[in-house]
């Protein structure tokens, strides 16, 4: 099962599913990234951690642990 | 009764901007009630009986965030005339998003659509009566930056709420419809028909804060088997059903509209972004940008400002005029005095700091609305959150070494509430500039001036913000689930002036009206209290009830190394303003005029203090409640229950430090075991297991190894 985590920055992939559940789950999933729409990894901040993806024409920032819960194709 | 028009929207979306458009100086800002959401409203303008109340900026209408709750507790419950919902056309999916929940509360709902001319600038249209049937609400276009349109779009939400016709929810695909109607067949006998579609979706997604009292336990089961086949049926769970349909309406709207959001763009933003926050010129820049902060603020303009308002305004002008007066008319000594020592005195130092908090909040106001402050948040966040503290606690911080009192109210920059609250309770940690005179004199008059006093006090201050954090981060009080880090970061724009002053102002009136009441009061308690004894004679303040006072906690403070009630009293003159405490030791070692590090007395204080109970003294001192002033910012940001917790763990967590601190240094010299030494071995062992100890998260474990499957 591949991951957002594991996405490099300029790299893109379409969101198959979201795991977990709970506050950051539908958190991540209001902030638009749901099932079948297209994410880019922009950059990962200078310490490692968050990183920046562009999802539906806007920026937004994740930590890698909770991209974990994002699976991707 | 008039009509109330809430303001929903996303957060940056120009939804403040679009309320000072339409309210002017009509504004009322308070606290959503039991939390502190600021909560805004005012009258619209040119129409007297419209109310126009401010929500919360939201992503969604979620049960987890404090401000999704608030805007959908008086969404709901106290149901508006009309929604004005602000959309962002530059950013249209994403807003439609929360719209599609907007249509279902059973209110009319007009959408007033912003930043057309960004859209227009990157080349696109937007079919505005096209999107307006697809909702099935007016649309109209505003700028509510050049405030065009603005209140034609509230006059549209009061033809609305006179009309009184209920928004029409949006349709999800067949199978989603099919579970939602079956549902609202369920709930509808316990709820207003106009919400039986709200409360039929919060059913499905499990919603534990939708509740319907005539609801059966019979009825929810019914509900529940519903629910589980239709997960079953599309093998998701409820609220990703809900959530994905949301989107994908969100995405057909907008493309209809002639603005799919599809596309990874490469804007003129993102190519600063690319800069700002790359690995090798991120923290330079951070770094540069935080001393060009500081310096303005704190070391040049601000003090400056500040100097002259001490000095000069509350120095040279008006106690000498108020004086003048008081005598001309024959005004008693006690009541001169309290005027002069207690009310201008106290009030005049905290109100000092008015100009410099001013310059500060007009450099974080564009911080914050350049788009800079949320790039901090991202390239510190890896650093803070390790004790329990936000990206973004670093400003207050760095501020708090000018003074305390701008640095805990630069935390309204921090969404989170619970990094917002161990922000402040950490932020007087550092020592401010009012402390130094204090390591002055414990430097001059102890150590020989010995250099490494006053940077050991910074490291200290740190020092106990990290150990702070991971203390409290494991007690009930912090525990649960970590804020999640999901955070927009919107493109980078220059802020207009008009915005920048309002932002500032705000703040900076906010502190006024703190000077002057609590802090007025406080000053004027600690004036009678030393001016006066029991017998409420006029004394100096070595006879007087605060050295009576003094004289009962000195035995208190006996254990780290100072029992003398001289510095009891010091210590507590230090509430009204930390460099207090130099000036009265001045006054009880018997000098009157003493300079501001105190080298007069240096003799006198190496004769009441060791070595080690003097640094015991300094640290406790840095550590303890700060001045009445920041107190007062902290209950002002945190509210009055959360300023006694961080006051009383201040307090604690100094007296712990500075017993340590005697103890140990008093063993290095006598080698000799007291009771005093076993004490601090115990605090220090408590110390290390609150340190240690594992913290209870187990809900977050779950979810991470349900995650990893």
Redesign the interface.
Known sequence: MKTLRELKPGETGTVVRLHGAGPVKRRIMDMGLTKGVSVLVRKVAPLGDPIEVSVRGYELSLRRADCEMIQID | MGIQIALAGNPNCGKTTLFNALTGSSQHVGNWPGVTVEKKEGRLRGHADVTVQDLPGV??L?P??LEEVVARDYLVGEKPDAILNIVDAS????NL?LTTQLLELGVPVVVALNMMDVVRKQGGVIDVAGLSRALGCPVVEISALRGEHCVQAAEEAIRAAQAGQAAKPQRFDDALEDTLGQIEALVSPCCPPAQARWYAVKYFERDSRAKLDGLTDAVQAKIEAVIVSAEDAAD??A??LV??AR?VRA?VLARAAGRP?????LTVS?RI??IV???VF??PIFAAIMFLVYYISISTVGTMMTDWVNDVLFGELIPPAVEGFLVSVGCADWLQSLVLDGVIGGVGAVLGFLPQMMVLFLLLAFLEDCGYM?RIA??M???FRRFGLSGKSFIPMLIGMGCGVPGIMATRTIENERDRRMTAITTTFIPCGAKLPIIALIAGALFDGAWWVSPSAYFVGVAAIICTGIILKKTALFAG?PA????????YHLPTVKSLLIHMWERAAAFVKKAGTVIFLACAAIWFLQSFNFRLEMVNAGESMLAAIGGVLAPVFAPLGWGDWRAAVAALTGLVAKENVVGTFGVLFGFAEVAEDGAEFWGTMAQVFTAASAYSYLIFNLLCAPCFAAIGAVRRELGGKWTLIAVGYQCLFAYAVALCIYQYGTFAVTRAFTPGLAAALVVTAAFVWLLVRPAKRP?RKL??A????
């Open positions: 992503y969604s979620s987890y965030t950013n249209l999916e994403r998003y998701d769970d609220e990703s959530t994905n989107y995405a959001a599809g596309q990874h763009r993102d972004d690319r926050t790359s690995r991120g923290f949320v991202f390239l966040d890896r650093l689930d999640p880090f999901v955070m927009e970061l919107p493109p809900e979810q991470r349900a995650a990893a499957e």
